[in-house]
């Protein structure tokens, strides 16, 4: 009888399987960042921290510019372990990506996310004006940073953890306390929040119905 029955399982255990691995968190990918790109010499800087690496629309030698549609600095991998002074320079392809002010960034995901945790990677040295943001706002929600002003020397990573946000998109701004703020990377951590194909869900429901309908016949 079990030699019968038990394949008649597998289309259950499937569906149940495929839900599982869809809730697995990982690090997420990032398809494109909106924003204003980073400030520089023509807004008072010693260099420019322009995203000089951007890939989509906007002007990337610009302070100010609108830039749209691609990545860059924030999202290559390359995370800073100096202060900006020693990393940046005038060509502005520096690790920092800074501006004057407090940067609203959107970043956009290629399908809908759970984000479980956001790390933040800034400069928090003190010099010339530069610190961590005091908070980032996420969504709307604001988290204040109460090590912005312990100077940390140059890099510093501010973690999010618990957020539990859905969707394909999320805003960030650095909140910034004196002049500048700079940022060298941002990483998101969740997983993807899978809409299951039609036929994945019938045969999820096909093989529980199968298998209720086997254990009341074994009752009966």
Request: charged share 15%; hydrophobic share 40%; net charge negative.
């Given at each position: 009888?079990?030699r019968?029955t038990?394949?008649?399982f597998l289309?259950?255990l499937a569906?149940?399987?495929?839900?599982?691995?869809?809730?697995?968190a990982?690090?997420?990918?990032?398809?494109?960042?909106?924003?204003?790109n980073?400030?520089?010499?023509?807004?008072?800087?010693?260099?420019n921290?322009w995203?000089?690496t951007?890939?989509?629309?906007?002007?990337r030698?610009?302070?100010?510019?609108?830039?749209?549609?691609?990545t860059?600095?924030l999202?290559?991998g390359?995370?800073?372990?100096?202060?900006?002074?020693v990393?940046s320079n005038?060509?502005?392809?520096?690790e920092y990506?800074?501006?004057?002010g407090s940067?609203?960034?959107?970043?956009?995901?290629?399908s809908?996310?759970?984000?479980?945790?956001?790390?933040?990677?800034?400069?928090?040295?003190?010099?010339?004006?530069?610190?961590?943001?005091?908070?980032?706002?996420?969504?709307?929600?604001t988290?204040?940073?109460?090590?912005?002003?312990?100077?940390?020397?140059?890099?510093?990573?501010?973690?999010?953890s618990?957020?539990?946000?859905?969707g394909?998109?999320?805003?960030?701004?650095?909140v910034?306390?004196?002049?500048?703020?700079?940022?060298?990377?941002?990483t998101f951590?969740g997983?993807v929040t899978s809409?299951p194909?039609?036929?994945n869900?019938?045969?999820?429901?096909?093989g529980?119905?199968?298998m209720?309908w086997?254990?009341?016949?074994?009752?009966a």
């Open positions: 009888m079990f019968r038990a394949p008649l289309p259950a569906a149940l399987a495929f839900f599982a691995a869809a809730a697995h990982d690090p997420l990918t990032v398809s494109s960042y909106d924003m204003p980073g400030d520089g010499q023509a807004a008072g800087g010693t260099y921290y995203d000089a951007y890939n989509g629309s906007g002007h030698h610009h302070d100010g510019s609108l830039l749209s549609g691609g860059g600095a999202t290559d390359v995370i800073a372990t100096q202060p900006w002074d990393v005038s060509q502005g392809t520096g990506v800074g501006w004057k940067p609203t960034i959107t970043f956009h995901f290629g809908t996310v759970t984000i479980d945790s956001i790390t933040l990677y800034v400069d928090d040295s003190n010099v010339g004006g530069v610190t961590s943001p005091s908070a980032v706002v996420v969504g709307g929600t988290y204040d940073n109460s090590n912005y002003a312990n100077y940390f020397g140059g890099a510093q990573a501010i973690k999010l618990g957020l539990d946000i859905v394909n998109s999320v805003t960030v701004t650095l910034d306390p004196t002049s500048w703020v700079f940022m060298s990377e941002i951590d997983f809409v194909e039609p036929g869900v019938a045969m999820m429901l096909a529980l119905g199968l209720g086997m254990a009341r016949r074994r009752r």
